[in-house]
């Protein structure tokens, strides 16, 4: 089984030239250490817990009888003192540590056991100085360098994927110039991931400002905990930190470990973390130490990323939260959706405050807002309809809301969204019924311009590039297990109705579709048409606008 879950993009400029590689070093040990120390001691409580429980199965009357049994069968089996010598004797153990004074064996040979000719070997100060290490270590440097190496017009692409039961965050670098999408590096995940957020600030080090700029990612998984990684390191061990229960390390007292252990043992949602699994992730692009994020355990909480402690936590749903979205103005305003069938918009400075809620007529896949007009906003639903929104006509109930327009965009589930971020009124939605369809959003309401299906099975994620230079690329990917980027610039209808943001090209235009090269030459054929940007890609595909 194979599949990718979530996606998210790394702006250009963010992502360090050149990576550095993982150090393992005695900071580094401590700080694992740290951050370990709860879940292992979570660990030997459950051991102990699950042996008292089996102890209190069997019963008294068991316990006796098994300690009968044991009493018996050493009385059988014990040897007297004599025995024992007599058995040893033959060892002769007494003079196991006499050196071997005869003169007669001296220079018959040394003993080849394992480390017999450690003196003949030759020790070198500097691997320069070794004449059998041709390849010097600044040539290896140079040749790791120039591997890891990412170009101020690349992007780095973000993918949430489980692949035989194995579950990690595979980084790609897209290439556009070249048109090329490769693995960078990977980094390995506790649980099955749900949700990616991309994060420019230093999370978890203590000697960077905090202020200062990075290229970080929070990643949502089944766990309650939410891990955040260095994406400028390879090969990274544990994360830089851990938010949640899993990343509070130091516990001083029988007491509060007890506390903590019955909380989560019982999976009551509370104020300090979530008690099950991480469904969305939103960080906020004005105030960049808070990032809030949903569960399944019904709440939305607030955390601050210099502390890596839960701020605040926000019980608006009843049930599942399962997307977040910050106001791209007003940056303490907090869109939520839920399983409840409900959104709301909350401003997180007034926690007990009355806040807006809309309705709509099954569960909420995702939220929006336009960042075009930042008065509106988006609800995708189960039932595979899109809600247009204005936030100043708020109802007075959830059964009274009444949408700008609806839109029923797919037969299925709407389990992929998103709007360009730089093209305005240009929306894509993916949806279980494998189709990608491209819309254009007029004053009068919402058209469709092409519709494909690019091939990654059952859409779960498509996302628009963030910069202006690579705006028309939109990466899909879903149950299939792979990414592709398509640059819908190249296909003629949206040519057509995006024609004022399209530069102009002589000659015809053969479609582009990028994906990771398969070295198998059971998909030769299949990274031929990659290779070639679709050219056989209009075949089948359909088109409002295509004549």
């Given at each position: 089984?194979?599949?990718?879950?979530?996606?998210?993009?790394?702006?250009?400029?963010?992502?360090?030239?050149?990576?550095?590689?993982?150090?393992?070093?005695?900071?580094?040990?401590?700080?694992?250490?740290?951050?370990?120390?709860?879940?292992?001691d979570?660990?030997?409580?459950?051991?102990?817990?699950a042996?008292k429980?089996?102890?209190?199965?069997?019963?008294?009357?068991?316990m006796k009888?098994d300690?009968?049994?044991?009493d018996?069968?050493?009385?059988k089996t014990?040897?007297?003192?004599?025995?024992?010598?007599?058995d040893?004797?033959?060892?002769?153990?007494d003079?196991?540590?006499d050196?071997?004074?005869?003169?007669?064996?001296?220079g018959?040979?040394?003993?080849?056991g394992?480390?017999?000719?450690?003196?003949?070997?030759?020790?070198?100060?500097?691997?320069?100085d070794?004449?059998?290490?041709?390849?010097?270590?600044?040539?290896?440097?140079?040749?790791?360098?120039?591997?890891?190496?990412?170009?101020?017009?690349?992007?780095?692409?973000?993918?949430?994927?489980?692949?035989?039961e194995?579950?990690?965050?595979?980084i790609?670098?897209?290439e556009?110039?070249?048109?090329?999408l490769?693995?960078?590096?990977?980094?390995?995940?506790?649980?099955?991931?749900?949700?990616?957020?991309?994060?420019?600030?230093p999370?978890?080090?203590?000697?960077v400002?905090?202020?200062?700029?990075?290229?970080f990612?929070?990643?949502?998984?089944f766990?309650?905990?939410?891990?955040?990684?260095?994406?400028?390191?390879?090969d990274c061990?544990?994360?830089?930190?851990?938010?949640?229960?899993?990343?509070?390390g130091?516990s001083?007292?029988?007491?509060?470990?007890?506390?903590?252990?019955?909380?989560k043992?019982?999976?009551?949602?509370?104020?300090?973390?979530?008690v099950?699994?991480v469904?969305?992730?939103?960080?906020?692009?004005?105030?960049?130490?808070?990032?809030?994020?949903?569960?399944?355990?019904?709440?939305?909480?607030?955390?601050d990323?210099?502390?890596?402690?839960?701020?605040?936590?926000?019980?608006?749903?009843?049930?599942?939260?399962?997307?977040?979205?910050?106001?791209?103005?007003?940056?303490?305003?907090?869109?939520?959706g839920?399983?409840d069938?409900?959104?709301?918009?909350?401003d997180m400075?007034?926690?007990?405050?009355?806040?807006?809620?809309?309705?709509?007529?099954?569960?909420v896949?995702?939220?929006?807002?336009?960042?075009?007009?930042?008065?509106?906003?988006y609800i995708?639903?189960?039932?595979g309809?899109?809600?247009?929104?204005?936030?100043?006509?708020?109802?007075?109930?959830?059964?009274?809301?009444?949408?700008v327009?609806?839109?029923?965009?797919?037969?299925e589930?709407?389990?992929?969204?998103?709007?360009?971020?730089?093209?305005?009124?240009?929306?894509?939605?993916?949806?279980?019924?494998?189709?990608?369809k491209?819309?254009?959003?007029?004053?009068?309401?919402?058209?469709?311009?092409?519709?494909r299906?690019?091939?990654?099975?059952?859409?779960?994620?498509?996302?628009?590039?963030p910069?202006?230079?690579?705006?028309?690329?939109?990466?899909v990917?879903?149950?299939?297990?792979?990414?592709?980027?398509?640059?819908?610039?190249?296909?003629?209808?949206?040519?057509?109705a995006?024609?004022?943001?399209?530069?102009?090209?002589?000659?015809?235009?053969?479609e582009?579709?990028?994906?990771?090269?398969?070295?198998?030459?059971?998909s030769?054929?299949?990274?031929?048409?990659?290779?070639?940007?679709?050219?056989?890609?209009?075949?089948?595909?359909?088109?409002?606008?295509?004549?």
């Amino acid at each position: 089984m194979s599949m990718i879950t979530a996606t998210a993009w790394v702006p250009r400029g963010f992502a360090a030239p050149f990576p550095t590689k993982y150090t393992f070093d005695e900071d580094e040990f401590q700080r694992i250490a740290e951050l370990a120390k709860l879940q292992l001691d979570d660990a030997n409580e459950d051991l102990e817990d699950a042996r008292k429980e089996v102890a209190d199965e069997n019963g008294d009357d068991a316990m006796k009888e098994d300690d009968g049994s044991d009493d018996e069968a050493p009385s059988k089996t014990i040897k007297s003192k004599g025995d024992e010598d007599d058995d040893l004797k033959e060892y002769d153990l007494d003079h196991y540590d006499d050196d071997d004074d005869d003169p007669q064996k001296e220079g018959e040979g040394i003993g080849m056991g394992m480390f017999g000719n450690v003196k003949s070997l030759a020790y070198h100060e500097s691997n320069e100085d070794d004449p059998y290490i041709t390849m010097k270590e600044n040539e290896e440097d140079d040749e790791d360098r120039e591997e890891l190496q990412i170009l101020a017009t690349d992007n780095m692409l973000l993918a949430a994927k489980i692949e035989d039961e194995v579950a990690h965050l595979e980084i790609y670098v897209y290439e556009d110039g070249a048109d090329n999408l490769y693995v960078h590096h990977d980094i390995m995940l506790p649980a099955i991931p749900l949700c990616v957020e991309w994060l420019d600030l230093p999370v978890g080090k203590s000697n960077v400002d905090k202020d200062s700029r990075a290229n970080f990612v929070a990643v949502g998984t089944f766990d309650p905990d939410i891990e955040i990684w260095d994406l400028d390191t390879v090969d990274c061990m544990y994360p830089n930190a851990i938010l949640g229960q899993g990343g509070e390390g130091k516990s001083d007292g029988t007491e509060e470990k007890k506390k903590k252990k019955k909380k989560k043992k019982s999976k009551k949602a509370n104020d300090d973390y979530h008690v099950d699994s991480v469904l969305s992730l939103a960080a906020n692009r004005h105030h960049r130490n808070l990032l809030a994020s949903s569960s399944a355990d019904k709440t939305v909480k607030l955390w601050d990323l210099n502390t890596t402690k839960c701020a605040k936590s926000y019980t608006y749903h009843t049930d599942k939260v399962c997307s977040l979205a910050w106001h791209p103005k007003e940056s303490t305003i907090l869109l939520s959706g839920s399983y409840d069938r409900t959104v709301v918009a909350a401003d997180m400075r007034a926690p007990d405050a009355k806040a807006p809620t809309w309705g709509v007529e099954s569960d909420v896949e995702t939220v929006r807002w336009d960042p075009h007009n930042t008065n509106f906003f988006y609800i995708s639903t189960e039932n595979g309809i899109i809600h247009y929104h204005d936030i100043r006509k708020a109802p007075s109930s959830p059964a009274t809301s009444k949408p700008v327009w609806i839109l029923q965009a797919h037969d299925e589930s709407v389990s992929a969204f998103d709007i360009n971020p730089t093209i305005p009124g240009f929306m894509a939605t993916g949806s279980t019924d494998k189709q990608v369809k491209l819309w254009n959003i007029q004053p009068s309401g919402p058209s469709m311009v092409v519709s494909r299906d690019l091939d990654v099975g059952k859409v779960f994620s498509t996302t628009f590039a963030p910069d202006e230079e690579v705006g028309f690329r939109l990466s899909v990917a879903g149950s299939k297990g792979v990414v592709q980027i398509w640059d819908t610039s190249t296909n003629p209808a949206v040519r057509r109705a995006f024609a004022d943001r399209v530069a102009p090209v002589d000659g015809e235009i053969k479609e582009r579709l990028v994906g990771v090269q398969n070295d198998s030459s059971d998909s030769e054929s299949d990274d031929d048409a990659v290779e070639t940007g679709g050219a056989n890609a209009g075949e089948g595909w359909e088109s409002m606008d295509e004549d």
